[in-house]
């Protein structure tokens, strides 16, 4: 057996949908499944899905958006000075970059502010308020930020600023008192779509002031859109769709530097250059220093400052990286020493020195370790406050279990998965304790393992060129329309290896009915050791086409790999235990033992995990259900062995079989050999065997062990005495059969053991222990049934 790593849920689809959309739209199976798991239903909404009408919303459909143009026209034709109050994160820097181009290309007085995480913290602060007004500001636009802005707009209103908010983040029970309010999930919001990025709504807003679609800034408004972690739905999918085909020609110098930089092909842009190489660098600036600097290098129109920019965001990046990495060891080191999840289901958690422009990373790094539902925090001991980060699991809403907590919360915001939040330093306890409390509530023991939803079971024959190439039309994909990933059920191994400088790639050809597929699993090299080849394996991943030399071939990315059934590893013939105990997972490990000798050379550090089985009686009593059993030695029997596995149902056998000595390789005599040493003791009398045997034995090209065996049946059958060495013919002796020695027949039992056991091929091996074990399960069944 192996485990997977996570439960595996594969959704279930309405067969008789897929075979309408399949048949109407002219596409593949998968690619008609696919569709109806992302809840597409109709025939329409698949072919607007698939090929689209490119249509947006009309913008004032947002509350708020009539009166917020006209206060900003009314701005730009009297000249009047406009801040626009971002936020320091890529939705945060794209929105404000798309107001600002849009601003500028209007003919308006505008200027950007964007607060300093250290500093300031999240969101509007009075501090800025007060000193926009004091340098003539009378307008100001927040952007990705200012729905929990109750008291900084009562503050606008009194130093006379007219205040725009657009945000898309929850609102709270309470909301600020603006000039107007653009948020898609206002309570009495009629928009179309609720989902909106903060540069989604920035972007409807540039649209209300150019009375069209400003093309233009699609390239500007993916990054946010595709970063924020938005549902791909309806128009954020058409905002991420049509971004990344003119993000591919752009034109913007900042964004060709920082590209250029990074090495990335302008062609192969989809949203994993976003995700994995434009956002964590705009990020990166504002984590560690002000995010001004990200917002200027999509401004400027200088190659040279774009080139400093972008070399600059790029170091910083990998600082990030490295800060990331240690203040993520100190974090695990502190929820093992101080806050076990075995009793704590959410995890609260901070130190003096984190940064706090990283701790969101490391809380998503923690969750997906421990699954649990987490908040990261560093602690300002001088001023008495902690900040931080949360980010949260299925069936826990952040938003929703913080907001219980308002009363020693003074400043959060958020999502139902990602939150920030300051409290005083005090609190954080009550908030670890309260919080634990709600998921006690809320969470289950299953809730606690991670799930992994898959789109749809495949056979191998179904995975072909055109298949592949159909469900390219689903991208770009992200939130809600996930990169589909699918279940290869059973499948026999062709080849398995390690791959990669380090080896810890994983490289494997499976085979179904003729058909085979590649897989690649990046970092799962270790699950090699663990996968016997002869097993039969179950693997999920994403489908992709892999291009090589002019060859395309269908090809997995796994993500994850089970064994179903208990497999067998074969250690037969090695020298050294101690290889074998380092490759054995250590849990539910039984080292069994037969001999008591042996029990006596086993390595110390691993007696803990040794059973010693010397009779039937212990036999017996062994307990192996999931059980990783190393068959150290060998066993004195057959019967011996198949009582030991009676009833169990093991998760995997290692078959070492150490033995000091084979019967198979010696010479077990014929009939013929007992004829003619019965015949030599008639004529020549008693012989000592102790001072003639080996002599015997030469002259006959025997060992002395022959001779030593005949005897031992000889006496067993009552044909001879044996006294002090001395073997004498017994006279009168009835006539009985060979195999009526005990001696005889222990010998003919070791040497047909070692034949099944020791000497046969892995496949003859593995049917013997699959025999065995079919047969305890059997047996186990019919007396619980018949119980």
């Not at 725009?164 to 309470?174: S, V």
């Not at 859109?225 to 034109?251: F, M, P």
């Not at 170091?315 to 502190?334: F, P």
């Not at 059958?717 to 013919?729: E, K, M, P, S």
Request: proline content about 4%; some cysteine.
């Amino acid at each position: 057996m192996l485990s997977s790593k996570t439960r595996w849920i594969v959704r279930k689809s309405d067969e008789q949908l897929i075979k309408m959309l399949e048949t109407e739209l002219k596409i593949t199976p998968l690619v008609a499944s696919l569709l109806v798991n992302r809840g597409i239903s109709t025939v329409e909404s698949a072919r607007y899905f698939l090929f689209g009408k490119e249509e947006f919303h009309d913008p004032f459909l947002l509350k708020g958006m009539d009166i917020a143009v006209t206060r900003i026209r009314e701005a730009i034709e009297n000249q009047e000075p406009i801040l626009i109050f971002g936020d320091y994160d890529a939705d945060g820097v794209s929105s404000t970059s798309v107001l600002m181009m849009t601003l500028r290309d209007l003919g308006a007085n505008v200027q950007f502010y964007i607060p300093n995480r250290f500093t300031e913290g999240y969101g509007p602060n009075e501090a800025a308020f007060r000193n926009a007004a004091d340098n003539g500001i009378n307008l100001i636009i927040t952007v990705d930020t200012g729905i929990s802005a109750v008291h900084e707009a009562t503050i606008a209103k009194e130093l006379g600023i007219d205040l725009i908010i657009t945000d898309h983040h929850e609102p709270g029970p309470i909301l600020p008192e603006a000039l107007a309010i653009i948020h898609p999930k206002l309570p009495d919001s009629i928009y179309p779509f609720r989902e909106l990025a903060g540069v989604g709504v920035a972007f409807k807003l540039a649209q209300a002031l150019y009375g069209e679609v400003p093309e233009h800034l699609l390239e500007i408004a993916v990054i946010g859109t595709i970063a924020d972690l938005v549902s791909l739905t309806d128009e954020n999918r058409l905002i991420a769709k049509k971004g990344l085909e003119r993000l591919k020609t752009t034109k913007n110098i900042g964004l060709k530097a920082i590209l250029k930089l990074a090495g990335v092909d302008p062609l192969s842009i989809n949203e994993e250059t976003i995700g994995f190489t434009l956002a964590p660098r705009i990020n990166a600036v504002g984590r560690l220093e002000d995010a001004d600097l990200a917002v200027q290098l999509i401004l400027t129109d200088d190659p040279l400052e774009a080139d400093s920019l972008a070399a600059e965001m790029d170091a910083l990046n990998k600082s990030r990286q490295s800060i990331v990495n240690t203040i993520t060891a100190e974090a695990m080191e502190e929820v093992e020493k101080n806050f076990p999840i075995d009793s704590n289901k959410v995890l609260v958690i901070g130190k003096e020195g984190w940064n706090a422009g990283v701790i969101g990373i490391v809380a998503s790094r923690l969750v997906e370790k421990y699954y649990r539902p987490t908040i990261v925090l560093n602690f300002d001991p001088e001023k008495g406050v902690a900040k931080g980060s949360a980010r949260s699991i299925a069936g826990f809403d952040l938003f929703k279990n913080l907001s219980t907590c308002r009363d020693i919360l003074p400043h959060f915001g958020g999502h139902p998965m990602a939150a920030g939040m300051t409290l005083n330093l005090e609190n954080v306890t009550e908030l670890r304790s309260r919080l634990n409390a709600l998921a006690e509530q809320q969470l289950t023991a299953k809730d606690l393992i991670p799930v992994t939803y898959l789109d749809e079971e495949i056979q191998l024959q179904n995975v072909n060129l055109s298949s592949l190439d159909e469900m390219s039309l689903l991208a770009p994909f992200g939130v809600d329309n996930p990169k589909p990933k699918v279940l290869i059920n059973n499948v026999d191994i062709t080849s398995i290896k390690k791959i990669g400088s380090e080896q810890n790639h994983l490289k494997v050809l499976v085979n179904e009915k003729g058909a085979n597929l590649d897989g690649v699993g990046f970092g799962l090299g270790h699950l090699v050791d663990h996968i016997s080849p002869a097993s039969k394996i179950s693997l999920i991943g994403e489908l992709s086409v892999n291009e090589w030399n002019n060859i395309r071939k269908p090809q997995i990315f796994i993500h994850d790999i089970a064994v179903e059934s208990w497999q067998l590893f074969d250690y037969r013939g090695q020298k050294r235990i101690n290889s074998l105990s380092n490759a054995v997972p250590v849990e539910n490990r039984k080292f069994i033992i037969f001999n008591q000798e042996h029990l006596e050379k086993i390595n110390p550090n691993l007696m803990a995990d040794t059973i010693l089985i010397k009779d039937i009686e212990a036999a017996k009593a062994f307990k192996g259900n999931k059980a990783n059993i190393v068959l150290v030695d060998f066993p004195s029997s057959k019967e011996i062995l198949e009582v030991l596995l009676n009833g169990t149902q093991p998760a995997r056998i290692y078959a070492y079989f150490h033995k000091e000595s084979s019967d198979f390789f010696s010479t077990i005599p014929t009939r013929d050999h007992f004829k003619w040493f019965y015949a030599f003791l008639l004529k020549k009398g008693p012989m000592d065997l102790k001072r003639h045997g080996d002599d015997l034995a030469k002259q006959r090209g025997w060992s002395q062990e022959t001779i030593n065996f005949m005897s031992k049946v000889f006496s067993d059958l009552d044909f001879v005495t044996i006294n002090n060495g001395f073997i004498t013919l017994k006279t009168g002796a009835q006539k009985r059969d060979l195999t009526d020695s005990r001696t005889y027949q222990i010998k003919q039992a070791q040497y047909e053991l070692e034949r099944e056991l020791l000497f046969s091929s892995f496949q003859e091996l593995k049917s013997w222990f699959d025999l065995v074990i079919q047969e305890s399960v059997e047996t186990e069944e019919a007396i619980s049934e018949w119980i």
